[in-house]
């Protein structure tokens, strides 16, 4: 099953089996508040951006899954993108901010993804990438069931994803909670 029909069919349960996130490390690490706009690229139902909607000038959630989209409209959001992250309408140097939370491993051209995310970010802009650590057992155990459904996902360490950000120019660093997810941190 494609990821977006899998998405699709999961849309209506995700917040609830996914869980909420704390907005106030999302705050700290994209150097919240801004009066420009943020990007939550492969946002799904906005389950993490739509806790900063107060602390941005406009806020967009982009999506391939047109279930998810619909599920942050039902939130009221109103700025929804049904898009590939790779091939996203959006002209060059248009974010302030951008975010991906749990969701570049689902992305089949990773390094395509974060090419493009660069292009759309502004100059002083800082973009943020959250995954999985795979150097961790339970991550190992969460890639191996993502597998056996089919996810078509691919998890990559926080080394090789800051790899893939500074091939495109700009300096990163990497951040681990210590527990499951490790944060690779860029500005333009």
């Known amino acids: ?18 869980g909420s996130r704390d907005p106030d490390l999302f705050i700290e690490l994209l150097d919240l508040p801004i009066e420009g706009k943020l990007l939550d690229a492969g946002g799904g139902t906005g389950r993490v951006s739509l806790a900063l909607k107060e602390h941005v000038g406009q806020l967009f959630i982009s999506d391939l899954s047109r279930s998810m989209i619909l599920e942050a409209k039902i939130k009221g959001h109103d700025k929804l993108v049904q898009t590939s992250v790779t091939e996203n309408p959006f002209p060059s140097d248009h974010f302030e901010r951008i975010m991906v939370v749990d969701a570049l491993h689902h992305f089949p051209d990773q390094k395509g993804t974060i090419k493009e995310l660069i292009r759309i970010l502004k100059p002083g802009g800082k973009l943020v990438i959250e995954e999985p650590d795979i150097k961790l057992f339970a991550v190992k155990l969460v890639a191996l069931a993502e597998k056996l459904a089919l996810m078509g996902s691919h998890i990559h360490s926080p080394k090789e994803i800051k790899a ?9 660093k990497i951040i681990s909670d210590g527990n499951f997810a490790s944060y690779i941190i860029a500005e333009k």
Do not use: H, Q, R, S
């Open 1 to 18: 099953m494609p990821n977006n029909k899998l998405f699709d069919w999961m849309a209506p349960l995700y917040d609830k089996v996914i």
């Open 164 to 172: 893939m950000v500074e091939a495109n120019g700009l300096e990163a």
